[in-house]
């Protein structure tokens, strides 16, 4: 049987993870693969805790220490929750991933991505996703997304150009590897979003079936 595969949902909030979970969810359940759902920061008591503080808008940090707060999350997720799916042949889909993280702290705060690089490389070493699903949607209709459903996080607090800049950094980490990204367009009907995500994952997956 073909290895594993790890699989990231990411883009920009408003963007429509939560509505493609679903539709990841069906796919997977159809196909009678065994699948571990999980997110980030988070899937681990650390994780959750960690995440609480990072998405409360009452907490002051810097951007070093938020951009480790993040790869600490991360190495606890790694090592408690992925790497052990991994190794037992379950397929693992994240909810958010590094990507994230040169999005929101690189492109949207200014970390500068080979900081990022190194934190990437010592807490993952060579692990990076099969497949990236990225959500990409205008600024404009992610943040009234938004602003419509639920009250905003420390993120989703920042102004418009830091969304502008958080998308662009997204899209330009999907066109330097677009073997690994999928990216899909959600501001289209359902059905198409849709039919875009079950798309990747066919292809994703075009060899398991075939050992």
């Known amino acids: 049987m073909a290895r594993a595969r790890f699989i990231t949902l990411d883009g920009m909030d408003g963007a429509g993870k939560s509505t493609n979970l679903a539709v ?3 796919w997977f359940e159809a196909n009678r693969l065994p699948v ?13 805790a960690l995440r609480g503080l990072l998405l409360d808008p009452a907490t002051r940090c810097g951007l070093r220490s938020e951009t480790l707060l993040m790869f600490a999350a991360r190495q606890e997720h790694l090592a408690q929750v992925i790497l052990p799916a991994l190794q037992k042949g379950i397929h693992v889909v994240s909810d958010r991933f590094t990507d994230a993280t040169f999005a929101y702290q690189g492109g949207g705060r200014g970390v500068p991505a080979a900081d990022i690089e190194i934190l990437e490389n010592w807490v993952q070493g060579g692990l990076r996703p099969d497949l990236t699903l990225l959500l990409d949607v205008p600024t404009e209709i992610a943040i009234q997304r938004v602003a419509a459903v639920r009250e905003k996080d420390r993120f989703e607090q920042e102004e418009a150009a830091f969304f502008g800049r958080v998308r662009q950094a997204y899209l330009d980490r999907a066109a330097a590897a677009p073997e690994r990204y999928a990216v899909i367009r959600s501001d289209l009907p359902p059905e198409d979003v849709c039919r875009q995500v079950e798309q990747a994952l066919v292809q994703a997956f ?6």
């Not at 571990?36 to 959750?48: I, Q």
């Not at 075009?206 to 050992?211: G, I, K, L």
Request: proline residues 5%; charged residues 25%; without cysteine.
């Open 36 to 48: 571990l759902f999980t997110r980030e920061p988070g899937g681990t008591a650390l994780g959750e």
């Open 24 to 26: 990841i969810k069906d």
């Open 206 to 211: 075009s060899d398991w079936w075939a050992v």
